[in-house]
């Protein structure tokens, strides 16, 4: 089993940066795909991105590509979102989930964290 725990998260002005962080425990990472995700309130959830634990390739969603960056810590069993450029419009509260298939359908991932809250102020 994996469980999942975010932080990094708090409270920026517009252009700035900020580094989320997702802890990982149990078994079996190098068989998953480690998702990142997003929900503003009154908004559905949105996809972000993921990295395949195994080799580190990602897949982002259009509307961060360019400005977000994920990556990985072996040693650390971490995920990291670093993000760039921040808008506004980026606030939200940040998940972190994994699943075995290469996917930004949240229903697909089978593990998450507890989120963490991410501000944007202009």
């Known amino acids: 089993q994996v469980q999942l725990v975010e932080s990094g998260g708090g409270l920026v002005q517009a252009g700035g940066s900020l580094r989320l962080s997702c802890a990982a425990s149990?078994?079996?990472?190098?068989?998953?795909?480690m998702g990142w995700f997003r929900q503003a309130p009154g908004k559905e959830r949105e996809f972000v991105g993921y990295i395949r634990w195994s080799d580190g390739s990602t897949y982002y969603a259009d509307s961060v590509k360019g400005r977000f960056i994920i990556s990985r810590d072996n040693a650390k069993n971490t995920v990291y979102l670093q993000m760039n450029s921040l808008k506004p419009e980026d606030t939200a509260v940040y998940y972190c989930?994994?699943?075995?298939?290469?996917?930004?359908?949240?229903?697909?991932?089978?593990?998450w964290g507890q989120g963490t809250q991410v501000t944007v102020s202009s």
């Open positions: 149990g078994r079996t990472f190098s068989r998953y795909r």
């Open positions: 989930a994994a699943t075995i298939y290469d996917t930004p359908a949240p229903h697909l991932y089978t593990h």
